[in-house]
């Protein structure tokens, strides 16, 4: 026989509590009964019981199943539900509602934090309709009259805040154990649930929600009561309970698509994949060098607890801005510990891998998410945003341009804020803000090309859909405030020691015209199937910046799914977005295809704007790329759905995946190429280096590292940072103005060295060559000057024994002046 009412105590040790906990539901439950006797029966044709209540014994070790026996022998409408071994409190609620017969459900907890009077409120909000109503200790009108220790409340509070931000977000306290539910809903929700801890009560609201069942939260009165099981670390366990949950949600066909992108990742990086450290990508030309430097200069500095935004190892003595390098806090520092442990060379390849196939599965999520159902055609638009060919390009030593997974969960959550609902604009901008943050700390640049193809798609959307765009106007203006009020203090002082701190510079100069040429765009990458070494070399500055070469195949495939789906807004609107990119990226000026025109160029505004100056404008075309894989996405979404009832209909639908198959595979990358790498030496690897240089001393490579050869920086990552450079690769200031170049600021005795070694041609010494000689060797407090054998190293060894008036000492393959013995 049903019941009105059924109240579920889930009870694990509670021999102290539980028979005045019993005690005080059942005088509770009777007064109420005796009240409304009447109204309970009517309609019943006789007697049917007011409430029933469920004691659940979660294998107890003391007492508690003796008293529950006992109540259960004095009143029939007490119920003892037993397990034989303690499985949490999941278990135990579960077993409780699945055994119940009430068309209302309350659970309480044992000890009565929540007094049984506190039922009324939450009966009154069942009655408005809603599905649940859930105690709560964090809303608007709730009492607390007993507090919890200062620490513990914190570390509740906190611990909560996480849930719901991660879990249900908009529900301030999940864990009030107090909560009245529709009957027949909460036997669905419990029979579908999983979790057997305190996770539980996250996993039934969620629940509620998917199925769009309204829950409201009640402001109760609460006591702390002593005894609690709850403890503080609990918390953590609710949330290692819930990634657990989301994990087991996750469709075998996405682990497959994931798998897929980190087959790509490691057949692209396939020539390191053993023994990176003996590896080299000759085509990222000196960047493998700087960012392993990076990787390694960023984890020596958060052992030590250095300041992780300057650094002296390079460019000694005046140093380097890190915040102003691009180092990629955000990637850097989370794998320290595998800095640590095996090499920069290992973490740096570790990185970029599982980066890259990390962005595929973001731009799978979001395309899935926001466009198409059809999981096939969302992994083929993904794999397009994350490995197109400009991608591959800078994958070769740019991580801060291919490691992008938090840009389609930026726009995800700018697209939030555009669907309007105010009760989440603050949630949403928060979490905006947040992920802006982490992103500044990955690349800022990357952040900036994205707005910019954010703006632009924005733009055509709002004039085609002028109605959503009004719509979406305040709730993102909103959003947007909440942002950057969020984002602004977090990044306030990395920001101003960028652009304020030590060695930071205003702009850097890439030269007069850094755009991409038309041709390009149709073009195809080095590193591409159809691609050719010597067409991408002289449409590109270098094989790092090959930053459009998407191909005329998938360019004509793009058009003709433009006019095919032009009716729709979203279409348009990404046609747009890759037109304008496209055209942005031509520069300040660009010559017309087999003749000599040279006309303006789009880039022109911006070219001195502040932020837009620093930014190589052929990269703008990398905004086409997840544009393109949207488009293409959308295509085949449609063809695969169509088609199916008919013979013209599967040639058709046959016939359009065979050109998408067709316009991407001449742009499919091969793996990058890999080459033995050269050795440190051994006066370096061994150690000997030690016997001279001094402490605060540096060592100074013949000639300085810079950015045509920075091979010494990998000296330094094998000697463990354990002496400084002169000179570098890196971005600083040159000159009054503070202009940024790449390298130090040019001295005499380090660009006649740099000339030597271009040239091979040495100039006659001077006195006034010696006098330079020794103002910059004090400058940099020169410990041991260092030739290392290579191309023209008679003419180097010949101009530094003229400048020391000395002969060098052959130690452990390399040539050496100890300035420690002479002048």
Same mark, same amino acid.
């Given at each position: 026989? $049903?019941?009105?009412?059924?109240?579920?105590?889930?009870?694990?040790?509670?021999?102290?509590?539980?028979?005045?906990?019993?005690? @005080?539901?059942? @005088?509770?439950?009777?007064? #109420?009964?005796?009240?409304?006797?009447?109204?309970?029966?009517?309609?019943?044709?006789? /007697?049917?019981?007011? +409430?029933?209540?469920?004691?659940?014994?979660?294998?107890?070790?003391?007492?508690?199943?003796?008293?529950? @026996?006992?109540?259960? *022998?004095?009143?029939?409408?007490?119920?003892?539900v037993h397990s034989d071994r303690n499985l949490g409190k999941g278990h135990a609620l579960r077993l409780g509602v699945l055994a119940s017969r009430g068309d209302r459900v309350l659970i309480t907890d044992a000890d009565l934090a929540t007094p049984i009077e506190e039922l009324e409120c939450l009966d009154k909000a069942l009655a408005d309709g809603h599905a649940a109503a859930i105690g709560s200790r964090a809303r608007p009108g709730a009492t607390i009259e007993s507090h919890q220790h200062r620490l513990r409340e914190l570390l509740g509070r906190t611990g909560n805040f996480l849930i719901r931000t991660v879990a249900v977000p908009g529900v301030r306290d999940t864990q009030c154990g107090f909560k009245l539910f529709d009957g027949d809903r909460a036997r669905e929700a419990f029979a579908a649930s999983r979790l057997r801890g305190w996770g539980i009560d996250v996993e039934i609201l969620q629940y509620f929600r998917r199925s769009g069942w309204p829950v409201a939260e009640v402001p109760v009165r609460w006591a702390h009561?002593?005894?609690?099981?709850?403890?503080?670390?609990?918390?953590?366990?609710?949330?290692?309970?819930?990634?657990?949950?989301?994990?087991?949600?996750?469709?075998?066909?996405?682990?497959?698509?994931?798998?897929?992108?980190?087959?790509?990742?490691?057949?692209?990086?396939?020539?390191?994949?053993? *023994?990176? #450290?003996?590896?080299? !990508?000759p085509d990222s030309l000196q960047d493998q060098n700087q960012w392993e430097w990076f990787f390694a200069v960023t984890a020596d500095n958060v052992r030590h607890l250095q300041n992780p935004l300057f650094t002296t190892l390079q460019n000694a003595p005046d140093g380097v801005n890190l915040m102003a390098n691009t180092v990629m806090l955000g990637l850097s520092v989370p794998f320290a510990p595998v800095t640590w442990l095996f090499g920069p060379a290992v973490a740096l390849n570790a990185a970029m891998t599982l980066g890259l196939a990390a962005t595929g599965v973001a731009w799978y999520w979001l395309i899935r998410r926001r466009l198409v159902r059809h999981r096939g055609a969302a992994a083929v638009g993904a794999a397009l945003a994350a490995f197109a060919p400009p991608m591959i390009s800078h994958a070769h030593a740019h991580p801060n341009f291919m490691v992008l997974f938090m840009i389609p969960l930026i726009i995800d959550r700018a697209l939030r804020l555009c669907e309007g609902e105010s009760t989440k604009a603050v949630r949403d901008g928060v979490v905006l803000g947040l992920f802006t943050t982490y992103q500044i700390f990955l690349g800022e640049e990357p952040l900036l090309l994205a707005a910019v193809g954010m703006l632009l798609f924005a733009a055509a959307y709002g004039v085609v859909r002028r109605d959503v765009a009004r719509a979406a106007f305040r709730p993102l203006a909103r959003g947007l405030g909440v942002a950057v009020a969020v984002t602004l203090p977090?990044?306030?002082?990395?920001?101003? +020691?960028?652009?304020?701190?030590?060695?930071?510079?205003?702009?850097?100069?890439?030269?007069?015209?850094?755009?991409? $040429?038309?041709?390009?765009?149709?073009?195809?990458? /080095?590193?591409?199937?159809?691609?050719?070494?010597?067409?991408?070399?002289?449409?590109?500055?270098?094989?790092?910046?090959?930053?459009?070469?998407?191909?005329?195949?998938?360019?004509?495939?793009?058009?003709?799914?433009v006019v095919r789906l032009w009716e729709r807004a979203l279409v348009k609107a990404l046609a747009f977005t890759v037109l304008a990119a496209a055209f942005l990226s031509l520069g300040p000026k660009f010559r017309i295809p087999l003749t000599d025109v040279v006309l303006p160029g789009p880039w022109a505004?911006?070219?001195?704007?502040? !932020?837009?100056?620093?930014?190589?404008?052929?990269?703008? @075309?990398?905004?086409?790329?997840?544009?393109?894989?949207? !488009?293409?996405?959308?295509?085949? *979404?449609?063809?695969?759905?169509?088609?199916?009832?008919?013979?013209?209909?599967?040639?058709?639908?046959?016939?359009?995946?065979?050109?998408?198959?067709?316009?991407?595979?001449?742009?499919?990358?091969?793996?990058?190429?890999?080459? /033995?790498?050269?050795?440190?030496?051994?006066?370096?690897?061994?150690?000997?280096?030690?016997?001279?240089? #001094?402490?605060?001393?540096?060592?100074?490579?013949?000639?300085?590292?810079?950015?045509?050869?920075?091979e010494a920086l990998h000296w330094q990552t094998t000697a463990g940072l354990g002496f400084r450079l002169p000179g570098g690769y890196f971005n600083g200031p040159w000159g009054p103005d503070r202009i940024g170049i790449y390298g130090a600021q040019p001295r005499n005795t380090s660009n006649l060295l740099r000339d030597i070694r271009s040239s091979g041609r040495a100039p006659q010494i001077t006195a006034a060559w010696?006098?330079?000689?020794?103002?910059?060797?004090?400058? +940099?407090?020169?410990?041991?000057?260092?030739?290392?054998?290579?191309?023209?190293?008679?003419?180097?060894?010949?101009?530094?024994?003229?400048?020391?008036?000395?002969?060098?000492?052959?130690?452990?393959?390399? +040539?050496?002046?100890?300035?420690?013995?002479?002048?």
């Open positions: 026989m $049903s019941v009105d009412l059924t109240v579920v105590v889930p009870a694990y040790n509670e021999e102290r509590r539980l028979a005045p906990t019993l005690d @005080a539901i059942r @005088a509770y439950l009777d007064e #109420g009964s005796d009240e409304g006797s009447d109204r309970a029966n009517e309609g019943n044709g006789g /007697e049917r019981p007011r +409430w029933e209540l469920i004691v659940v014994d979660d294998g107890s070790s003391d007492g508690t199943l003796d008293i529950a @026996a006992d109540a259960e *022998a004095a009143d029939p409408r007490v119920r003892l009561q002593e005894g609690s099981k709850v403890r503080p670390f609990d918390y953590v366990k609710v949330l290692a309970e819930l990634t657990s949950l989301k994990a087991r949600t996750v469709r075998p066909r996405d682990l497959l698509v994931a798998a897929l992108f980190l087959a790509m990742a490691v057949t692209l990086y396939s020539g390191r994949l053993i *023994a990176p #450290g003996e590896r080299y !990508l977090l990044v306030a002082f990395p920001l101003y +020691w960028q652009f304020f701190g030590p060695q930071s510079y205003t702009s850097v100069l890439h030269g007069d015209n850094a755009g991409n $040429s038309p041709l390009a765009l149709i073009s195809f990458a /080095e590193r591409s199937l159809a691609g050719s070494e010597k067409t991408a070399d002289a449409l590109s500055q270098n094989p790092t910046e090959q930053n459009a070469f998407y191909g005329w195949p998938l360019v004509a495939l793009a058009f003709a799914i505004p911006l070219a001195h704007a502040p !932020l837009f100056e620093s930014v190589i404008e052929s990269r703008v @075309a990398m905004v086409c790329a997840p544009a393109l894989g949207m !488009l293409v996405a959308l295509a085949l *979404a449609g063809l695969l759905a169509s088609g199916r009832r008919s013979a013209h209909g599967m040639t058709a639908r046959y016939a359009g995946v065979a050109a998408v198959a067709l316009a991407l595979l001449p742009i499919v990358p091969a793996p990058l190429r890999a080459v /033995e790498r050269a050795q440190a030496p051994e006066f370096i690897a061994q150690g000997t280096w030690k016997k001279y240089v #001094g402490e605060g001393e540096s060592l100074v490579p013949v000639p300085l590292p810079d950015p045509a050869d920075a010696r006098r330079a000689a020794r103002e910059d060797l004090a400058y +940099w407090n020169a410990g041991v000057l260092v030739l290392a054998p290579q191309e023209h190293d008679a003419e180097l060894r010949a101009t530094v024994e003229e400048l020391l008036d000395r002969p060098g000492k052959w130690v452990d393959g390399v +040539w050496i002046w100890d300035l420690h013995r002479g002048s």
